[in-house]
């Protein structure tokens, strides 16, 4: 069992940043790929980025590619993501989750942590 908890999220101006974390409960941590997803009122759920359990693979969709950085540290059980150039598109709840293999599906994740709001002023 993982229970995922993430933080970080706030209101910004359009081309403002933010980082947000995911701290992880449990002493596997490091066995789960960590992704993570967003959605936007009215809006599936949509993937953003994902990276494996060693932090050596990091996969990003398309639309936040450059902007986006996904990263890990297995030693404090957390996952982050550093975004840059936020846009009013980008606001969403954004979720972290855990799964045991990199995916861009969320069908393919475990566990689920509650979600962090990001909303972005134009």
């Known amino acids: 069992q993982v229970q995922l908890v993430e933080s970080g999220g706030g209101l910004v101006q359009a081309g403002g940043s933010l980082r947000l974390s995911c701290a992880a409960s449990?002493?596997?941590?490091?066995?789960?790929?960590m992704g993570w997803f967003r959605q936007a009122p009215g809006k599936e759920r949509e993937f953003v980025a994902v990276i494996s359990g060693s932090g050596s693979y990091t996969y990003y969709a398309a639309s936040v590619k450059g902007r986006f950085t996904i990263s890990r540290d297995n030693a404090e059980n957390s996952v982050f993501l550093q975004i840059i150039s936020l846009k009013p598109e980008d606001t969403a709840v954004y979720y972290c989750a855990a799964g045991s293999k990199v995916a861009s599906s969320k069908s393919m994740y475990d566990y689920w942590g509650q979600g962090t709001q990001v909303t972005v002023s134009s």
């Open positions: 449990g002493r596997t941590f490091s066995s789960y790929a």
